[in-house]
């Protein structure tokens, strides 16, 4: 008996290592791709709509292969998880700025994951910003103006990757508000010659979770065929893995319902299967850490603060366990917060991480939240949610409602018990994102 348990013990490990492979086991290439310029936009924790699961997992799994496996330095990567349409709008204003300078002789990826919704009248497709809504179109992205804004690039050619469907669904199969609970075929929307769309669902399916894998189905096939190539790999041959893979696996885990990607090219792109990833395959490996953000206790329900230490091996500075009110809030510190927020809006993060590291020293507590906000940019070298989320923590519990909010969203998904405790606190403080999230979670 004792012997089945173990090797019943060893096959669950097996299989959990196997689920976590594509985000833990990345394939690391020695080239380096300089022509290439990436936009990243995932976005999962909507203001006014459902979430969409894993998608900010899409998106920050996604930049790691584009940065490891296909060789493509940081500063030629946008990422943008949780994007306004502001965001989304200036993110492919600096891809065109970036082609441009470029003369041609570079080529562009395009990625998203999240809300896709369609206009009911006129059977067009958007993409959902997470301050937009389903019920209005003015606050999305529209599928035809984006192509055309690709289009006119200089550029050899830009890839379009959409983990999102247009038939006003969600990722659990479930209708957005906007819809009467009808699937809408929205148009396919023309593209330039130098431009390919590879979206994720076709008509009016669905683009379903992979939720053993913690990821979009269509984006955890597309990262899978990117390890075992090693980033070698042509567009084509990518478009038919991922299409057998995604259309087989999406009938077995949901009940029969499919999902088919499919790819938009021009009549004048006929070789758009032969456009190449990487130039050489990626032969090592790293494993990488993935961090689920458990919490190793649950906070005290009063607004105490709680000793904090710093996670290994990224030196950081202490968040202050309590605030000194003399120091805390002096001109000097206050100073030293207004210089931080100027270099975080100017993308100096190293700057803006040296001046609130100097104030949270003096207990001021808005340099902690702004720390926590610093740690949880994907943009940020030093990016590190654990860490984010204990200097989110060490603000709350000094009372600061932003910070509540933001220690809620860092849990929720992961303990959402601990989520609803930080969320509660936000919403009895007026906090109004807070309020709306806590009726979702009903």
């Known amino acids: 008996m004792k012997r089945y348990l173990l090797i019943l013990s060893f096959a669950m490990c097996f299989v959990n290592i196997k689920a976590q492979s594509v985000d833990t086991k990345i394939a690391v290439n020695n080239q380096t791709d300089d022509k290439t310029f990436v936009v990243i936009v995932s976005n999962e924790n909507y203001k006014n709509e459902e979430s969409v699961p894993f998608a900010k997992n899409d998106g920050e799994v996604f930049k790691v292969y584009c940065q490891k496996t296909l060789g493509i330095p940081e500063d030629h990567i946008r990422f943008s998880p949780d994007a306004t349409l502001g965001e989304m709008n200036y993110a492919i204003y600096w ?26 009248s006129g059977k067009e497709a958007y993409l959902l910003p997470v301050d937009g809504f389903s019920q209005s179109t003015e ?6 103006n984006l192509y055309k804004k690709l289009g006119d690039m200089n550029s050899k050619n830009i890839m379009v990757f959409l983990d999102a469907c247009f038939s006003g669904a969600k990722r659990d199969g479930k209708m957005l508000a906007s819809s009467r609970g ?4 929205a148009k396919t929307d023309p593209v330039s010659d130098n431009t390919v769309v590879f979206s994720a669902a076709q008509g009016d399916e669905t683009a379903y979770p992979y939720k053993s894998q913690r990821h979009g189905m269509f984006t955890y096939f597309i990262l ?21 893979n995604v259309k087989r696996k999406a009938v077995v885990e949901n009940n029969g319902k499919s999902q088919t990607p499919t790819i938009i090219t021009s009549s004048g792109n006929s070789n758009w299967r032969d456009w190449q990833f990487a130039s050489a395959k990626a032969n090592k490996f790293e494993n990488r850490v993935v961090t689920l953000d458990k919490p190793e206790a649950k906070p005290a329900p009063a607004p105490v603060p709680a000793p904090v230490v710093n996670p290994e091996p990224a030196p950081v500075t202490q968040p202050a366990q309590k605030a000194i009110p003399d120091l805390a809030n002096s001109e000097a510190v206050m100073q030293l917060v207004n210089d931080g927020k100027k270099a975080m809006r100017a993308m100096n993060y190293q700057k803006a991480k040296k001046c609130f590291a100097e104030a949270a020293e003096q207990g001021n507590i808005e340099a902690n939240f702004q720390l926590g906000l610093l740690f949880s940019n994907s943009n940020f ?12 923590t060490a603000a709350a519990n000094n009372n600061h409602t932003d910070a509540m909010y933001q220690t809620g969203m860092m849990y929720l ?4 018990a601990t989520a609803k405790i930080w969320l509660r606190k936000a919403a009895a403080n007026g906090h109004t994102q807070a309020i709306k999230q806590l009726s979702r979670l009903k």
């Open 95 to 120: 891809l065109g700025n970036m082609l441009k300078a470029y003369d041609g002789e570079a080529r562009a990826i395009v990625y998203y994951s999240g809300h896709g919704m369609p206009d009911e």
């Open 139 to 144: 606050g999305a992205m529209s599928t035809k």
């Open 182 to 185: 009808v699937a809408i075929k």
């Open 224 to 244: 899978d065929k990117m390890q075992q190539s090693g980033g070698f790999l042509t567009l084509g041959e990518l478009s038919d893995y991922v299409t057998q």
């Open 381 to 392: 070298d030093g990016y590190n949610r654990e860490t984010a989320t204990r200097y989110f």
């Open 413 to 416: 998904g992961v303990d959402n």
